[in-house]
């Protein structure tokens, strides 16, 4: 089983020629309504390209039209969502603006997700064959924990540390690497753990020496490089592409990684796979409507 503890969002989305900085005001002609959140999003990328009944999410949703649509949105998408609590807190919802050259800016208010915890997931649902993936839009003590158990149980963990919180300690930042079997970050979040841990420059290859762990740092359109902690390095290209929204190409990416986890295939198996389905994701506006299914990426 693929176990996807995390966020669920409604995405709010401007299209917009430049991204407004602070104080500036841009106008957008309208909006979309997209589902989304990183959790989310991770799921339906990953039961997009698994066998039906492979994947199952836990999170926390209000008791909104939001909430209901994301549920409804997880079943339709072969994501079960038996884990999925309803709380007397709104849904996340992402406020996000896309440029004209499909690079967005997002700011999401947490709600619901805010409220999840590690006693949403019974240890009945952890075992050997458990694949877990963790981000950062959820309570970090709670993903922790889930992480430590999945582990004892004989479970792997990815985990990708999206987004990188400003107050991160450098005791959870090692904590995390230390509960994973694979760290996923993209350029900008490895500098920002690299520093948090003293590591020079955004060196992974050093961080995953020291750590025992697998870190995957994902490049946009150069692809993905994976540092293993006994030395190697493995790259894979991304396919090019004239990209409409690159919102969720990560998440597409860390799901694809969880699916080629799950079926035991080998890292640069993996990351090639990773990397196409990414491609192939920004070709449609919205984060998780241009997610391929396993045809249209090929075998792993
Ligand atoms: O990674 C993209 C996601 O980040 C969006 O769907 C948004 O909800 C935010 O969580």
Redesign the pocket.
Known sequence: MILVFG?I?V?LVARVTTIAGPGMTVLARSYER?F???G??QAVAAARLSAPGTVVMAACVGGDAFGRDSIENLGRNGVSAELVRICDTAT?C?F?AVDAKAENA?T?ASGANGVLSAGDVPDTMLGSGTVLVLQM?VPFQASLDVARRTRKAGGRVIWNC?PVPPAMTRDEATALLEASDILVVNEHEARDIAMILSVCGDDMAQLAKGSATTCIVTAGARGAFAYTADGQVCEASAPAIVPVDT??A??TFVGSIAVALHEGRVLGDALRFGCRAAALSCLSAG??DGMPVRDAVGAV
């Open positions: 966020s969002n995405d997209h989304g959140g990183k989310a999003n996340g992402a996000i997002i999401v839009e999206a919102t969720g990560g998440d984060a998780q």
